[in-house]
């Protein structure tokens, strides 16, 4: 197909977030459905079956194959872009979410505000993604809609503003009521949610419904002049009017519009989809997306959404699609591609060149010849791309983002069942670690085992459950353990002088280092303090490469280190015989005498755990989580719940869903993300280092 030029205005890029279990999947399916996208979800045109994927997509979010899928609601283009809902994801949400110029964010009518609600509400704040929010599972028992709008104001500190309201509830909903243009939505009892009347507001309903507008109205007149000077005259504010102030304090993020539904029986989902049009940014409505120059960090580069303008693009997902091959997910910021033109990956430095751009749809690929600023294409062949790299015009470099990972908490011993998956084995584990940045595979030289680290118990285990379904690999995985890291408590300062004479040449490097504990034992820092030429600059980075390697392997018990900030001070070096192995060997040297000096500890990842408990069982919970070296940070009330919040040890938390569960028949709920790194107490390094 051959681009013509797009109105951006037309575009809307999308992430429907949500708590595991609000109905995120649900939702999507039905927008496809509705757009004409799906005639079947949840299997792939070419019999690459996604239905037996479920299972384990579930907690991650949508369960459609491609990063990105693209529908038509009307003249609008509405791109929805994968975003997972489990806590060990966070990542991915992160990754999303920088993509995105909108959201839905789901929410159970009967749960409210659950913990990932939050977690996701804060990143969306991060990224300034404005939203609209959408209530689901009206008909299940329990739902109240106004209940989760008063939570979503409490506990998210949103300006949530209800523009439609329930027709009945339970059993008994059958629509809503659209507060903008005051009319009654009700859908057909026995069809697909296909059919839908317009009618009056019912009697019944219409007082409470008029006082529901009047708040919304006055909610838009505080941002609002021209609706004020109406609203205070009590004269009626035109329909164009009140749409225009919803649009604009929704892209500024004062409110969030609220709308109910039932995705699951069909109902809300097209008002859902008018309001996604309505009133979420297109790619020009939003600010200038900041980068820097790769040559020089500290200038700011402004990428704005022009087709005429440098390319620049960030591929914020890679995927292993089995059909096409390796797929880099890019979204485009500003100018335009075609096939066959070569491209800059200023985050490698590389150059790549595109030889298709897709379009991906939940069913189906479309070909490209061009794509241009605003949309999302997949294009496959990229050897050399990963996550978060940019690509660009060489002659107009930026780099759009940089990425900042965190560490992983935990890992697996993993073998293949027998000897002839093992290649099997490395090739799914390279595909899957390309994918996700906070996945990591490395091979213990001791044991000659393959160790496996992610952020969590459950990413592992898809992990494992991706390589069985999609690389056909089983394997045997070890217990998981924790990883531990190493840090300093005090400063100190070391020589590592190498020296080697033999017949001929030598080698000669000699460095001085000084190290000291940076605050909050997070991160590394490498400071080059050599004046007076003392070390010739080309020794400085291999003097560097040798304290990096140092730093994997501590002096404890062999973990890596953390928190510490080397400073290269002085040395000296040798006209001949100096070279770069000679410095390294001598930067590492120094590095492991300068850590023994430094009051060197073991450290333990601290989890941030939130338990949300009936009110009975508060008191088992908490004398659990105090058992297993956890510090109780505070309580508060949830509905008809409880929640504890607490921070405990990882080592101390693997099995606690079943302990959980048992001591609660089943009926609380926690949710766990890595919060900092902690010092081990003596007693308890001494056993795990077994001195």
Known sequence: MTMSKIDLTTIRNIGIAAHIDAGKTTTTERILFYTGRKHRIGEVHEGAATMDWMEQERERGITITSAATTCHWGDA?????????????????????????GAVSVFCAVGGVEPQSETVWRQADKYRVPRVAFINKMDRVGADFFSVVTQMKERLGARAV????????EDGFVGMVDLVNFKAIVYDVDGLGQEFTTADVPPQLAEEAKSV????????????????????DGADVPLPLIKKAIRKNTITMDIVPVLCGSAFKNKGVQPLLDAVVDYLPSPIDLPAVRGEDPDDPEKEVLVTPDEDAPFAALAFKIMVDPFVGR????????????????????????????????????????????????MIVA???????????????????????????????????????????????????????????????????ESGQTIIAGMGE??????????????????????????????????????????????????YGDVVLEIEPLEGHTGYEWVDKIVGG???????????????????????????????????????????????????????????????????????????????????????????????RGKVEGMGARANARVVKAFVPLSEMFGYATDLRSKTSGRASYTMSFDHYEEVSRDIADKLLKR
């Not at 283009?77 to 110029?101: A, C, Q, W, Y």
């Not at 209800?162 to 027709?167: A, D, K, V």
């Not at 109205?217 to 109406?230: K, V």
């Not at 015009?393 to 759009?400: G, P, R, T």
């Open 379 to 445: 294009i496959p062949g990229l050897k050399q791309v990963r996550t978060g790299d940019t690509l660009c015009a060489e002659n107009s470099q930026v780099v759009l983002e940089n990425l900042v990972f965190p560490e992983p908490v935990i890992d697996l011993s993993v073998e293949p069942m027998s000897k002839a998956d093992q290649i099997k084995l490395s090739k799914g584990l390279e595909a899957l670690s390309e994918e996700d940045p906070t996945f990591r595979v490395s091979v213990n030289e």
């Open 213 to 232: 507008r009047d708040s919304m109205i006055e909610s838009l007149a505080d941002f609002d002049d021209d609706i004020m000077t109406l609203y205070l």
């Open 458 to 507: 459950l990413h592992l285990e898809i992990i494992v459950d991706r390589l069985k379904r999609e690389f056909n690999v089983e394997v045997k995985v070890g217990r998981p353990q924790v990883a531990y890291r190493e840090a300093v408590k005090s400063p100190s300062r070391a020589q590592g002088k190498f020296v080697r004479q033999s017949g001929g040449h030598g080698q």
């Open 77 to 101: 283009l509405i791109n929805i872009i994968d975003t997972p809902g489990h806590v060990d994801f966070t990542v991915e949400v992160e990754r999303s979410m920088r993509v995105l110029d």
């Open 162 to 169: 209800p523009i439609q309201m329930p027709i009945g509830v």
């Open 534 to 628: 003392v070390i010739p600059k080309q020794f400085i980075p291999a003097a560097q490469k040798g304290v990096e390697e140092a730093m994997n392997n501590g002096i404890l018990g062999g973990y890596p280190v953390i928190g510490v900030r080397v400073s290269i001070v002085d040395g000296s070096y040798h006209d001949v015989d100096s070279s770069e192995m000679a410095f390294r060997i001598a930067g590492s040297m120094a590095f492991k005498d300068a850590m023994r000096q430094a009051s060197p500890v073991l450290m333990e990842p601290v989890m941030s755990v939130e338990v949300v408990v009936p009110e009975e069982y508060m008191g088992d919970v908490i004398g659990d989580l105090s058992s297993r």
């Open 327 to 374: 797929l880099a997910f890019c979204r485009i910021y500003s100018g335009a591609i075609t096939n066959g033109v070569g491209v800059y990956n200023s985050t490698t430095r590389k150059r790549e060149r595109i030889g298709r751009i897709l379009r991906m749809h939940a069913n189906k690929r479309e070909e490209m010849e061009s794509a241009s600023a605003g």
